[in-house]
């Protein structure tokens, strides 16, 4: 009677050892198509980014092009090589 109870106890290690896992090569082969396409996006993306120049008063932030007056100056916000800045404007009196 124990023989008959030990015995399938006995076969389980080795029927865990037994079981392979299954490799499916056309689901393999296509994520890795995927993949080598998602980085040839990423990789576009990434080159596609522009750079957004901008200027701030300390409170709000323009983009180049813009404007403002604080006090009695007038300052524009401009683009000078790889950077923006204030340009300040002189004053246009009509005489």
């Known amino acids: 009677m124990k023989k008959l109870l030990l015995a399938p106890l006995l076969c389980v290690p080795s029927l865990a050892m037994a079981i392979q896992p299954v490799y499916d090569t ?47 100056s007038h300052y524009r916000c401009i683009l000078k090589g790889d950077h923006a800045e204030w340009e300040r404007q002189p004053r246009l009196s009509l005489k």
């Not at 040839?40 to 709000?60: P, R, Y």
């Open 26 to 72: 056309e689901a393999t082969n296509q994520l890795r198509l995927m993949n080598s396409q998602l980085e040839l996006i990423a990789g576009t993306l990434a080159s596609n980014q522009q750079k957004i120049f901008t200027c701030t008063d300390g409170e709000k932030t323009y983009t180049v092009g813009l404007d403002i007056t604080r006090g009695a």
